[in-house]
């Protein structure tokens, strides 16, 4: 398996582990903010904002990596998940918190940049196994990243808001 094949396997992994590890916090963490015992309808709100800057912005993040290369939309994309993260973790408003959410959606393409790079430099013989070895490295991440999130939001509410902002930047 070549390296940049690699590279994007444990990018996926990462970005995985990153969405899981916020979604065990996300509703004590909009009681915080809101001071409300009824945050179903924020989430709600929140991850259709996220899917709707998504919907808008995701054919021109696909343009942009036909245009300029997928590595730099992949590092925008995962640049803007971390700032999501860090303003999610910093937000004392459900304001700043959409802020995130949106500036999240508007730069999220790390999927379908990786799924293009693996479609890419696959030939037609490979490309099953390699989408099957993607496929697996996203379950893995999404195994793993509500553990963790559950675990470290046991010690401090934010932090799992902050080692996703880790995960990406490092990433």
Same mark, same amino acid.
């Given at each position: 398996?070549?390296?940049p094949l690699l590279v994007i396997y444990a990018t996926i992994a990462l970005d995985a582990i990153g969405i899981g590890l916020i979604f065990p916090i996300l509703p004590r963490l909009i009681e915080d903010v809101t001071h409300a015992q009824n945050v179903a309808f924020t989430i709600g709100v929140l991850a259709a904002l996220y899917a709707a800057m998504q919907f808008?912005?995701?054919p021109v993040l696909g343009a942009l990596s036909d245009r300029f290369g997928r590595r730099p939309v992949l590092l925008v994309s995962l640049g803007g998940a971390a700032i999501d993260y860090v303003l999610m973790a910093l937000a004392p408003s459900l304001t700043l918190l959409?802020?995130?959410r949106a500036i999240?959606?508007?730069? +999220?393409? +790390? !999927?379908s940049v990786a799924t293009a790079y693996i479609t890419d430099i696959s030939p037609e013989d490979t490309r099953a196994r390699r989408f099957g070895i993607f496929n697996a490295m996203f379950g893995i991440g999404? !195994?793993?990243?509500?553990v963790l999130g559950g675990v470290l939001g046991d010690h401090w509410l934010r932090l799992p808001f902050f080692a996703a902002a880790f995960l990406n930047a490092a990433n």
């Open positions: 398996m070549t390296k808008a912005f995701a959409m802020v995130g999240a959606g508007l730069t +999220s393409a +790390s !999927i999404f !195994i793993l990243g509500p």
